[in-house]
Every structure is written in C-alpha cells, then in structure tokens.
C-alpha cells in the first residue's frame, strides 16, 4: 500500500513551491537554476504519467515496418537502413517511415518539452501521427 | 587554478605592466564572472601607473575552462580573430594583449576591455533588459552583416583553418560521423543527414562566420545592445549559418514563435540583414542551414549530455540537455517536409 498524496501530487506541489516560492528570493543570475530543476522535475512527471504505452506503441509501429525485435533494436535496423539511403526516394515506405519519425518524435516531445510542441502547432496530433 | 591567489596575481600584475608598458600595475579586483562553459571570464580591475594605459582600467581576462571542446578555438586565435573584427567595426570588446604561454596563470588567456551589459538571454528575450526587442534584432542583423564583409583573401588570420571548398560538407561530415559512431540509434538525425546529403547547395563564397552567432553571445543593457562576445567558434563559411543558427528554436529561450533569436520573426530578421547586407537570402538556402543547425545542436546536446552520463561531470544543465535533442528532431522533420513539398 501507499499513504497518500501519491507521487504525481507530491512533485507537483513540490515543483509549485519551488518555482512560486523559492525561486523569487534567489539572486537574479541564480533563478535560472531553480528553472532548471522545475524543467527536471517535470519531465520526470509527464514521463511518470505515461508510464510504458508510448514505448510499447513505438515499438509496435517499428514492427509493423521492420519486423520483430525489441524497441532498441527496431531502432538501430531503422536507423541504419535510412543511413544506407534504404528511405532515399519516395515510396510508400519512405511515406511510412516518415510518419513513424514524426510519431516518435512529437511523443518524446510531450514528455520533454510539450510548450514547444503547442508552439509549433503540433499538441494535437492528427490520427497517423503527421500534422 | 585559482587566478586570484596570491603568487598567481602577482605574475598576472607584472604580465600586465609589461603588456600595457607601464611602470607599475597594481590588481584592485579579480573575480569569475557567471557563464561560460568552454571558456572563463574575469572581470579585471587594474590601477595602471604609466604608459598608454594609465589609470584605473576595467577589463575581462579570458581563458579556457576546464572542459574544453573540440571545436573551440585556442586563446591566440580569438585574440586574432577579436583583434581583426574590431579593426573592422564589428562592435566587441577591444582586445588588448595576449599571452599564448601558460607560465603566467597555468594556461593562455587574453586580456580585453570590458563592455557594459548582460548576455542572460532569458532576461534578454523576456524584455527585462535590452530595450526594444525590433530594434535589439535590427542592430544585430547590422554587425552580422558587417562582419560577413570579410574575406578570406584580404583578411587572413593565422590559426584559422582554410576556408573549405564545400562549407555545407565541412559541417556536416564530423556531425554524421558522430551519428553514425554514437552507439545509440538517432533515427531522426539520420534523416537529417541523408537529406542535408542530398540537397547541398552550390557552395557560398567564404565570408568570417561567428560560428555560434546566438542570444546569449551579445551584451545587452538598459539601452540595447553593447558588443558581440564569444569568438572561439569563429572561422571562413557560409553567412547562410550564422543567421540560421540564430534562428535556432533554443536559442528563443521559450519565446518559440519569435524565431530570430526570441527577438523577432525570421523573416523581419532576414530583412533587417538584407538592408545591412545589400544581399538577398534565399529562403532555401536558409533553410538547408537551419536543417544543419538543427543537426549540430543535436549533436551538441549529445555530446553535453555524454559530459554528464559518461564524463561524470555533475551538472544539471548538462544532463537536462539529453533531453533537448527532440526539439531538433522536430525542426529536422517539419523543414525537410517543407523543402519536399516546396520542391
């Protein structure tokens, strides 16, 4: 069992009092470091939050294309093939690939940075994963 | 080591009385100031008796940290470099002497003058301090533009290497080999790569690039802008880089839609350059090197994070940049679909 609040409270007040509280005593050149720890802390939320799906659809969607493997694998195959210009000229697999990297890349981005996904238009992907 | 300990001070005063051809020079402060991960700053604070430089001098000693990068410059190539675009009316701050010879402070430094200003590009974009953002970005486009004026024909500097014949393959091959020998899979990056391959532009006639031209690489105070800092990355290339590397989505520092540098728009930044410059950008161009910039800050981020995860250096902002290389990506994906559609 666990007593509450659980985690995700937990961090967030943390992170609220950090950055409402704290940081503003701080010297000037020294705030951005209280920023930087709320930065890590949040990521480790949004990551927290989404536990494994987003892996086990990468996966999946790597599948899908290359066959199967483990996500680590699927990912170096993938990333040698389109070194070897496998993905050079258009095809439906070049199309395929394309969606995949846009569909890894805006997930790792809802983690890490979702303000500079809604900056570029991009916090509601549409259903393939491509703007 | 210590620059501010006693034997270390003392070399430094008489380093300085012969440099400045005084009869004595007397260290009233020397302190770190804040930033620099490649390389130290010192504010230096001198009462100088004698000579050209008599008086109470303020000045800043530069000299490499403890990491240095592969792709830094060393000290007397700065100082080259500083010296050259100073002459020719970049605004920076006027480098005064050099000492390539580490028996002083244990290590090459220079020493120049100090300019007003901060280079907190956080506080820069947010408006705390800078003044106009327009203008801020007008006056940038203006040194870029002046310093894009040199050339390597008239304008040698020893110690920078030969411009090459191809600015767009010099970058990118050291960028792809790090890829391709990184032991971890950067799909994305290998797009990037396999794109940048095959879509180089005809080559540029070489230009004196900054080479991390950027908000946090300039001086700002209450009134604007005061000086260019930070030439360590300087060298002959393709002016196309500088300004798509100031147009880097980190370097907006969370401001994401004012893409100049957090400043402006791209296109009110490229047509500040192009009335300083007299010279069109082409927007494909432009956006071939910001591939690239993606690209390099990706590697950038890697190599940082690697300072942490493998080096051991314990800094957060090092380990936060293993997560930065997402952004990239997704300027990679979103400009070479752009460029497709566009072709």
New interface residues.
């Given amino acids: 069992m666990r007593d509450r609040p659980d985690g995700a409270a937990l961090l967030d007040f943390a992170r609220a009092a950090l950055l409402g509280e704290l940081a503003p005593l701080l010297p000037a050149e020294r705030r951005q470091e209280a920023a930087h720890i709320a930065r890590a802390m949040a990521i480790a939320a949004r990551e927290a939050a989404a536990g494994d799906a987003p892996l086990r659809a990468c996966r999946a969607a790597l599948a899908e294309l290359l066959g199967e493997g483990d996500l680590d694998t699927l990912l170096r195959r993938l990333a040698a093939a389109i070194r070897a210009g496998d993905y050079d000229t258009p095809s439906p697999q070049r199309a395929q690939v394309r969606r995949l990297l846009w569909a890894v890349t805006v997930q790792k981005l809802r983690e890490s940075n979702p303000d500079y996904l809604a900056a570029s238009g991009l916090d509601q992907p549409s259903q393939n994963g491509s703007p | 080591m210590a620059l501010d300990a006693g034997a270390t001070r003392a070399r430094l005063a008489r380093f300085l009385c012969d440099a400045a051809g005084a009869r004595a020079v007397d260290i009233v402060e020397l302190r770190q100031l804040?930033g620099g991960a490649v390389q130290e700053n010192w504010l230096l604070v001198a009462q100088i008796a004698g000579g050209a430089f008599a008086g109470r001098q303020k000045l800043v000693l530069r000299t490499d940290a403890a990491t240095s990068l592969s792709m830094s410059s060393d000290r007397a190539t700065e100082f080259a470099v500083q010296r050259l675009v100073h002459g020719a009316g970049v605004t920076v701050p006027e480098p005064l002497f050099l000492c390539p010879d580490a028996t002083v402070i244990g290590k090459p430094f220079f020493v120049m003058r100090w300019m007003p200003g901060v280079a907190?590009g956080?506080?820069i974009v947010a408006g705390e301090i800078g003044g106009s953002r327009a203008v801020l970005a007008e006056r940038l486009a203006q040194e870029l533009a002046k310093l894009h004026q040199l050339r390597p024909t008239g304008d040698a500097v020893g110690g920078l290497a030969a411009p090459s014949d191809d600015a767009a393959e010099a970058r990118l091959a050291p960028l792809a080999r790090f890829i391709?020998g990184h032991g971890e899979?950067?799909?994305?990056a290998?797009?990037g790569?396999?794109w940048l391959r095959?879509h180089r532009p005809p080559p540029a006639a070489p230009v004196l690039c900054h080479g991390d031209f950027r908000t946090g690489n300039y001086l700002a105070d209450e009134a604007g802008f005061t000086a260019l800092l930070d030439w360590d990355f300087a060298g002959w290339g393709d002016p196309d880089e500088d300004i798509a590397w100031f147009c880097l989505?980190y370097w907006r520092f969370?401001a994401?839609?004012r893409e100049a540098g957090g400043l402006v728009p791209r296109a009110a930044f490229h047509r500040a350059y192009e009335t300083a410059s007299g010279r069109a950008i082409d927007p494909a161009r432009a956006r071939y090197w910001e591939v690239m910039a993606a690209l390099r800050w990706l590697v950038i981020a890697l190599e940082q994070r690697d300072r942490f995860l493998k080096g051991g250096e314990r800094s957060?902002?090092l380990?936060?940049n293993g997560?930065?290389p997402?952004?990239c990506?997704?300027e990679i994906?979103?400009l070479t679909?752009q460029a497709d559609e566009a072709a």
């Avoid at chain 2, 899979?185 to 994305?188: A, L, N, Q, S």
Wanted: charge should be positive; hydrophobic fraction near 40%; proline fraction near 6%.
């Fill in positions: 804040a907190a956080e506080r391709a899979p950067h799909p994305v290998e797009w790569i396999r095959r989505g969370g994401y839609q957060l902002k380990l936060l997560r930065r997402a952004e990506e997704l994906l979103r679909d």
